[in-house]
């Protein structure tokens, strides 16, 4: 536990506050129902201006969970939060932005609850991720097919509600494993709690589709294929057995935070890994 | 919209604070993450002293839910804040008291959020749906089983991660109808959003189980079952297919604070009612 990480507070329409000063009432729906959405980038300050990575697209999907939900979306008032916020920020290497969008409070209808962290990243543990995680398969309890035609569901939403998220990285953890990845029931593999999965078969790159999983379009996954592609590597989107991933010539799970890490175990058994190609596939993925 | 409702909000630890003080930090992952539970319960000031309706066995099921979630949990605490708010409180003839308990700020690991709101209830809105309900089926995309062997997927837990259960309250609205009752891939009727589904066969009272299925153990009717029971009718756990609801001689939605409510309509066709029955079964139930 480290004691000392730094955190920045800024809320939509108060700009930045302390950071120890609670910002949903009792009442707020995003509190007690996990009724809103949120997006997560990295913010690397390593040059003379701290950069926001894929701010662009990051807002997009923020602005997509948004209107899925029904929230009332001002992409003027996040950018300005996000400028404040950045600029207020005392820099360190790494750190996440976090934006939280909540139906707010049941008293207030119409009246959302936004604000934003900037909290340090720990990098030791970033770079014991990018190194290697152990992983482990857990039954996500859906077919591969249950989001079609049920918006109802919310699929590719990135939902508050994530309880079931970070129950799976409790469940993975008392297994001695780092991560797990989520299957469906008819035998495909998902998506990891806070990660997309990424299949190298020869040449290719493979990962789970959006849309009938329901799994969230990873933009670090887009980005990484864009690049990859510049490279002469194809990335493509496909339902993948669950099987394949022992016999894979690597596995992935990539996220905009973590970055592209390699995965060496599944389910205790060991995977082909490829240092190279690691190397390659992070720096595909801005890592 | 009412205006006036009435509020009373009391955190643990501290007791009952301004209605409109935010409780909750940026970094509580109850708010960013749905990583907590629930409960609620209904509150009658109409005689000399309020009375919490079932406390014991709600105040068991959070116990339960907290425990699931690894979550520490201090009956002694809860049952002193929620007398400290009741004591707090200018009576108003029912109320809706909801306990909530999160993991607490991601910078203090181990320090659980507790609060409660004691709120005003709707009676018009109340009284309307327990004349009837207008509902519509909506999958949840799980089959039946799916909580088996998976105790990751938090099945029984009253989450905070209730998004999909508001989704669906919306999806229902959308259609004209009040609430929605989900259903599985394989057929069979799960639980509303906010209540369990109760089925007359004659003389036999039917409702889903908990366990396999996910849902929550609805409190209103076990003590519903055991009122019954009394006068010689009988109440049983069994999986329900979604077809039975059109020829069944009765069907309700059953919760602690809106009570057992006659289903009406189903997907715009009429279902069998029975108002006689409908009071009896209201009385069962303690309405």
Not at 131 to 152: I, K
Not at 153 to 163: D, N, W
Not at 257 to 279: F, K, M, N, W
Request: aromatic share 6%; glycine share 10%.
């Amino acid at each position: 536990m480290r004691a000392l990480t730094r955190q920045l507070v800024a809320v939509l329409g108060r700009g930045v506050v302390p950071t120890e000063q609670p910002v949903a009432t009792a009442d707020d729906v995003g509190l007690v129902r996990g009724d809103g959405c949120f997006d997560a980038m990295r913010v690397l300050c390593g040059g003379p201006d701290p950069v926001v990575e894929n701010l662009d697209a990051h807002l997009a999907r923020f602005a997509r969970s948004a209107a899925t939900l029904g929230l009332a979306f001002d992409e003027d008032a996040w950018r300005e939060l996000i400028a404040d916020a950045v600029a207020g920020w005392e820099p360190v290497p790494e750190a996440v932005l976090k934006l939280v969008l909540t139906r707010g409070p049941e008293s207030k209808p119409g009246a959302p609850t936004g604000f934003l962290t900037l909290t340090e990243l720990d990098l030791d543990a970033m770079h014991a991720a990018r190194a290697g995680l152990r992983v482990r398969l857990l039954g996500r309890g859906y077919a591969s097919d249950a989001f079609a035609d049920a918006p109802w569901l919310l699929g590719g939403v990135k939902l508050l509600s994530y309880a079931v998220n970070a129950a799976a990285k409790r469940e993975a953890a008392r297994h001695g494993a780092d991560d797990a990845v989520f299957t469906t029931t008819d035998g495909y593999v998902l998506e990891a709690p806070t990660a997309a999965v990424i299949v190298r078969r020869g040449e290719e790159l493979m990962t789970t589709p959006p849309g009938a999983t329901g799994i969230l379009d990873s933009i670090t996954v887009r980005s990484l294929f864009e690049r990859a592609a510049v490279d002469g590597v194809q990335g493509g989107y496909a339902l993948i057995p669950t099987a394949e991933l022992l016999t894979a010539d690597g596995v992935w799970l990539a996220s905009s935070i973590r970055g592209v890490c390699p995965v060496v175990e599944l389910d205790g058994r060991e995977l082909a890994t490829d240092a190279d190609y690691s190397a390659r596939i992070a720096a595909w993925g801005g890592f």
